[in-house]
């Protein structure tokens, strides 16, 4: 267990902003950060980021919470875990007590994973360099790479010695259990008999965004022509091939720092550029480029360049992964390496400042560079370069920004010498084959002349029934808000009291008090025997009201560390909701949303008399019902207390000064 002090400093020296930005890419938006969710596919921002209140909100997904919430549903943290590392990130030293057998038995099977994982790393960077075997085969291998021994160190780089059961003999007497060694596909087994899958290969760690090991790569060293050259972990409940990407740990921070991502195909490509000195590169681990490795890249920048070797080949294979990435809505540029080179034997051979001038001078916009490529490949021939062209408007169709796509046909129709219109009216071509056969009403683009079809249609939608409005839960939930941002704030509350004037007549005086807001609350909603519907609510109530009571010095942030996961998502979900006219920059357009601090006692007193109103008038229609049920004598009490509470509200409504 981890001591409340470890955990309270942690909390404490933690920026939001900054952890997140590790593994998101935020903008400024006024005094918050928003960007684009980690949580779902989306391409206008919906997760925003509040630095004073050291909380986040993802409206597209609904999630929200503090600092170890986003680690906990990001990264599938568990509570500790996410405490732990945070204190790595700011260098805390934490206290912690030693884990009982029985609490190590309670680890979950996927924890039980990266349990194994972390140690079959530190296990076999510990045979590469402490043994001799590890030293004369592993190292040397890294080293005749031109690989140093900080970057070796850096990227965790290891050996598997050349036995059948070396590593999971390891394993298994440190405690670890075969059918996790097996499920991460660390070890082989067969009925009674087990093997290392790894055993003899080089091995590169693959590690998650925050650094946790995932699975393995594993290049062999001898020229045995059965077995495979690379090797990767078999996919598991840790690693999924297609939502992972190489060097995604390493590079994170400068790929939002550069808003820019290089990617390679191999392991080497990527360490080789670190240890150049060009970090913001990731590789697709040697597997075919997938959606979710794309926008696993998106959420830090929207800028992609592919590095292909020389091998004409491979680029023609490989450049199918650029619609993927238009898909998305990203830039792409490509850069090609001379005949024989590829991304690691250039960045050996070249500086730092040599490695970026050639790519910046090299790097071409992908429809130059696929225009290039293809007609390269066409030449002379018509029916070629009709296909050619045609794969080229197919990938433009990818693009979901109209704006692009027209620059793009524009430039297209410069490089293959064709009208622009017959390349407009090639796009609306496949914009409506595909609207057909997704059975979808919008078109990518119509015709240069004229809008698609049916395009000023109005539909109209009789089906949909209009939600009602729970009007007791928002204002519930506004009086836990207002506990929230202003318990602890002094203010002046005029109330009018019922007085007999001179004439002996009931009239409402103004008289004003002074108090804090959450005493004022306690009061009016215990003066009037109210009680919360909402059994979350009610618990909030309860909890705030006793810490603004014990502690004068409360503070929100501090608060949301302390309550359990359910409530914290609660409060985060209330706090943010006035957060979202953030996301559409309402300012910019001269629409200037009031500030909640605007006149909080008007706000308060508000808030109370519309949910004594809204209570007035459940009980009218119980009596309502009572008095249908029961036609006799008792009719004219009901009716009496009816006509009592009309009276009450016709009170609350001259405080209100509005019609009720």
């Not at 394993?171 to 790894?198: H, M, N, P, Q, S």
Request: hydrophobic letters at 35%.
């Amino acid at each position: 267990m981890i001591s409340k002090s470890s955990i309270d400093t942690v909390f404490e020296a933690s920026r939001l902003e900054e952890v997140i930005g590790d593994f998101v890419q935020l903008k400024k938006a006024g005094s918050n950060y928003k960007g684009l969710s980690p949580f779902s596919d989306e391409r206008s921002p919906s997760f925003v980021v509040s630095p004073v209140k050291q909380i986040w909100k993802d409206f597209s997904s609904g999630k929200g919470g503090n600092v170890v919430a986003f680690l906990m549903e990001h990264e599938h943290f568990t509570y500790p875990e996410a405490i732990k590392y945070l204190a790595k990130k700011y260098n805390i030293e934490i206290e912690e007590t030693e884990q009982t057998d029985e609490e190590k038995e309670k680890q979950d099977a996927r924890e039980s994973l990266y349990l194994v994982s972390e140690f079959a790393s530190t296990y076999f960077q510990n045979i590469m360099h402490k043994t001799d075997a590890g030293k004369s085969i592993g190292l040397s291998y890294f080293k005749e790479r031109g690989f140093t021994p900080e970057t070796i160190k850096s990227f965790g780089l290891g050996y598997a010695l050349d036995e059948w059961q070396a590593f999971s003999d390891a394993a298994l007497k440190k405690g670890y259990k075969l059918e996790f060694l097996e499920k991460t596909g660390l070890t082989i087994v067969k009925g009674e008999k087990y093997f290392d899958r790894f055993k003899g290969r080089v091995l590169f760690p693959i590690q998650s965004m925050s650094g946790r090991v995932l699975g393995f790569g594993g290049r062999i060293l001898t020229n045995d022509k059965k077995a495979a050259k690379y090797m990767n972990s078999p996919e598991s409940e840790i690693y999924y091939k297609s939502k992972v990407l190489y060097g995604i740990y390493h590079a994170k921070q400068s790929i939002a720092k550069e808003d820019n991502c290089f990617l390679v195909e191999g392991y080497t490509d990527v360490i080789q550029f670190h240890q150049t000195g060009i970090t913001n590169v990731v590789s697709s681990s040697g597997t075919a480029l997938t959606s979710e490795q794309i926008r696993l890249i998106n959420r830090l920048t929207k800028n992609i360049t592919v590095l292909f070797d020389g091998d004409a080949a491979g680029m023609r294979a490989s450049i199918r992964g650029i619609d993927l990435i238009l898909e998305q809505g990203m830039n792409v540029r490509v850069c090609t390496f001379p005949q024989g080179e590829d991304p690691d034997s250039f960045a050996k051979q070249n500086t730092e400042e040599e490695l970026r001038a050639y790519l910046e001078s090299n790097s071409k916009d992908f429809i130059q560079f696929k225009a290039g490529l293809l007609v390269q490949e066409a030449k002379n021939d018509p029916i070629k370069k009709a296909e050619t062209i045609r794969d080229i408007i197919q990938s433009i169709s990818k693009i979901p920004d109209r704006i692009k796509q027209e620059v793009y046909l524009q430039e297209c129709a410069r490089i293959m010498d064709i009208s622009e219109s017959v390349l407009f009216s090639s796009l609306a071509q496949i914009a409506n084959k595909s609207s057909k056969t997704t059975n979808s009403s919008s078109s990518s683009y119509g015709s240069s002349q004229e809008p698609p079809p049916d395009f000023f249609e109005v539909i109209r939608n009789d089906e949909q029934p209009n939600k009602k409005v729970d009007v007791q839960y928002i204002l519930e939930r506004k009086i836990i808000e207002i506990l929230l941002l202003y318990g602890n704030k002094v203010e002046d509350f005029e109330d009018l009291i019922l007085k007999e004037n001179e004439k002996g007549d009931l009239v409402l005086e103004p008289v004003v008090q002074q108090a804090k807001v959450f005493e004022k609350i306690f009061l009016d909603l215990q003066e009037d025997e109210m009680q919360f519907g909402n059994e979350t609510f009610k618990t909030l109530y309860y909890t705030i009201i006793d810490k603004l009571n014990q502690n004068p010095d409360f503070v929100l942030e501090q608060f949301v560390n302390t309550v359990d996961i359910k409530l914290s998502q609660e409060i985060t979900s209330i706090l943010m909701d006035d957060e979202r006219h953030t996301l559409h920059d309402w300012e910019r357009n001269n629409i200037f949303p009031k500030s909640k601090t605007e006149g909080v006692a008007q706000l308060v007193s508000e808030t109370i008399l519309s949910l004594r109103c809204f209570l007035i008038d459940q009980k009218v229609l119980e009596f309502q019902q009572t008095t249908l049920e029961h036609r006799n004598e008792t009719n004219r009490s009901i009716l009496e207390e009816v006509k009592d509470y009309y009276g009450l509200k016709m009170l609350l409504s001259r405080k209100l000064t509005r019609v009720l």
